[in-house]
């Protein structure tokens, strides 16, 4: 009661419209994704649903991020409860939403290790705070170790990777959701 949905979120009518406003085929988002069409295929006809892994190679093949792409399948509500135990898989590493819908902020919360080599640059200030656990953070050339209860404030623009220290390192990462990429051109030194 109370809660604005108690049904897993589905995204497949999301990504089937962003493939075909891109004039895109099945093949080509499999290729670009390293996805299967088959799976693919069932991920638009809401048979499966994508692992927090799999949507984010979805939305890169998109050239979209998962943010966006969950804003589409689920519009915003005034008021809306994300409970602890709504999360696809219980192993680590995990990523959670904190934040449903289409709205100016998005909060994730990521669990256990992370894809070090995965950088990330957002349009506006992202804040990440520590939850639990300690990690290392890479920005402007230099490397910060956070421990719990540390944040870390990146303007706009500023290129950074991440990785937990620490086993079951919680990182809660708050960011405006429309501006939202992902950079995957520069290996990690």
């Known amino acids: 009661m109370g809660d604005h949905k108690e049904q ?23 290729e670009r994704s390293g996805l299967s069409v088959p799976f693919l295929s069932q991920i638009e006809n809401e048979r499966a649903r994508p692992s927090q892994s799999s949507l984010e190679k979805v939305a890169d093949a998109l050239r979209t991020t ?3 792409l969950l804003a589409a399948a689920d519009p915003a509500c005034s008021v809306d409860v994300v409970r602890a135990e709504d999360t696809d898989t219980p192993s680590a590493p995990r990523a959670r939403s904190l934040v449903r819908g289409h709205h100016q902020m998005h909060a994730s919360e990521f669990t256990g290790d992370h894809d070090a080599g995965r950088e990330f640059q957002f349009r506006n200030d992202q804040l990440m705070y ?3 656990g300690a990690v290392e953070i890479e920005a402007e050339g230099r490397a910060y170790r956070l421990g719990r209860g540390d944040t ?8 950074h990777r991440w990785r937990a220290t620490v086993a079951e390192t919680r990182l809660v990462v708050v960011a405006v959701a429309e501006h939202i990429e992902a950079v995957h051109d520069r290996p990690r030194r």
């Open 8 to 30: 897993p979120l589905r995204v497949g009518a999301a990504v089937r419209r962003r493939r075909r406003a891109l004039d895109l085929t099945l093949a080509v988002v499999a």
């Open 130 to 132: 520590v939850a639990d």
């Open 152 to 159: 870390l404030y990146l303007t706009g623009g500023v290129r």
């Open 66 to 68: 998962a943010v966006e």
